[in-house]
T-cell receptor, first 114, second 116 residues
Framework: DAGVIQSPRHEVTEMGQEVTLRCKPI?????LFWYRQTMMRGLELLIY????????DSGMPEDRFSAKMPNASFSTLKIQPSEPRDSAVYFC????????????FGNGTRLTVT | AQSVAQPEDQVNVAEGNPLTVKCTYS??????LFWYVQYPNRGLQFLLK??????LVKGSYGFEAEFNKSQTSFHLKKPSALVSDSALYFC??????????????FGKGTKLSVKP
């Protein structure tokens, strides 16, 4: 099992550019989560999917953020246009369908917007 | 509303000594409780969980945690700390029967530093 795979590991972009972060969850997991981690705000849930359907996107900070899950093995988080305050580490995680199923995290994408 | 608190931003321990990382929680029903560890430049990694049953839960790397319902706590412990245990530790709680995978609440994290 390769675990949750995120790409790229690092992304440096200029303000105003579009950024796309990618995630491949663990095969067979029904849930996929996008989190953002910063020193100031800690770990924040942005959005999560169940069986490829977005369930709760209340954590998405603005309309500049969007997420899709076109199939069970791929998800994207897009920021357009990006701003310096979006600089953070973005994590994707997946889990099984039990309430007590632990989350399995990818190694994250470190985004720097200059 | 659910909440979880990790009262210590940092815990310093000498190698070989026992360690405790504290966590308290608040849920309306019964809790599912989790501990995760994060090493530098890595994602969070699951350590252990409490669902029901025995209050002492054993997990990876020699860690264990004790569920205390009366004190609403779930402290992480290890009898003998290793330098390699130095990392960021997160406690998380979900209301059992809450009906949503999205209602997992993470604490702010405790940085554990183990000195040789």
């Amino acid at each position: 099992d390769a675990g949750v795979i995120q790409s790229p590991r690092h992304e440096v972009t200029e303000m105003g550019q579009e950024v796309t972060l990618r995630c491949k969850p663990i095969s067979g997991h029904d849930y996929l989560f996008w989190y953002r981690q910063t020193m100031m705000r800690g770990l924040e849930l942005l959005i999560y999917f169940n069986n490829n359907v977005p369930i709760d996107d209340s954590g998405m900070p603005e309309d500049r953020f969007s997420a899709k899950m076109p199939n069970a093995s791929f998800s994207t988080l897009k920021i357009q246009p990006s701003e310096p305050r979006d600089s953070a580490v973005y994590f994707c995680a997946s889990s099984g369908d039990r309430e007590y199923s632990p989350l399995h995290f990818g190694n994250g994408t470190r985004l720097t917007v200059t | 509303a659910q909440s979880v608190a990790q009262p210590e931003d940092q815990v310093n321990v000498a190698e070989g000594n026992p360690l405790t990382v504290k966590c308290t929680y608040s849920v309306s029903g019964n809790p599912y409780l989790f501990w995760y560890v994060q090493y530098p430049n890595r994602g969070l990694q699951f350590l252990l969980k409490y669902i029901t049953g025995d209050n002492l839960v054993k997990g990876s790397y020699g860690f264990e945690a004790e569920f205390n319902k009366s004190q609403t706590s779930f402290h992480l412990k290890k009898p003998s700390a290793l330098v390699s245990d130095s990392a960021l530790y997160f406690c998380a709680v979900r209301d059992a029967g809450g009906g949503s995978q999205g209602n997992l609440i993470f604490g702010k994290g405790t940085k554990l530093s183990v000195k040789p």
